[in-house]
């Protein structure tokens, strides 16, 4: 069970660092309209990565919680 809680806080985390590399690479390489479609398709894989790892940690909590009133 722990390893799968890690498991799923490591892809949630890589998942916002590959968002944010995609974000940065736009900024700095690419110009026009290709950038700004990068950059939104990064925005939109940060968004992922941040909503799977409040999803992840709220689900760990529980059953932490549930765990110690057993």
């Given at each position: ?17 590959f ?52």
């Open positions: 069970m722990f390893n799968n809680r890690i498991a799923a806080l490591v892809i949630s985390f890589v998942t916002v660092l968002g944010s590399f995609l974000l940065l690479y736009a900024f700095a390489k690419i110009s026009g309209f290709d950038a700004m479609d990068i950059q939104i398709k990064g925005i939109i894989i940060i968004g992922e990565g941040l909503i799977l790892l409040v999803i992840t940690s709220i689900f760990i909590a529980v059953q932490e919680t549930k765990k110690k009133t057993v």
